[in-house]
């Protein structure tokens, strides 16, 4: 799930938690990731990927590392 589409579901509380648990902002989540303006690290996916319960995945959010999801 692309972050946008998780804020859609989710709302933006909910990405504040994930974010927070990551060791992130919800402005660079809002601003930078989804936007398309940055690439999360591939530390930080991982983390982002456990902090949303596996609702966020590696390959959504770093899709040249770990393939697109099918």
Same mark, same amino acid.
């Not at 648990?21 to 398309?36: H, I, M, R, S």
């Given at each position: 799930m692309l972050i946008k589409d998780f804020i859609a579901m989710f709302g933006l509380d909910e990405? &504040?938690? +994930? *974010?927070?648990?990551?060791?992130?902002?919800?402005?660079? $989540?809002? &601003?930078? +990731? *989804?936007?398309?303006?940055?690439?999360?690290?591939?530390? $930080?996916?991982k983390k982002l990927a456990?902090?949303?319960?596996?609702?966020?995945t590696l390959s959504d959010l770093r899709p040249d590392l770990?393939?697109?999801a099918a």
């Open positions: 990405l &504040d938690v +994930v *974010a927070k648990k990551a060791g992130t902002t919800l402005g660079y $989540l809002c &601003d930078q +990731v *989804a936007n398309g303006h940055r690439k999360p690290s591939p530390e $930080l996916a456990a902090a949303s319960k596996g609702r966020i770990w393939g697109k």
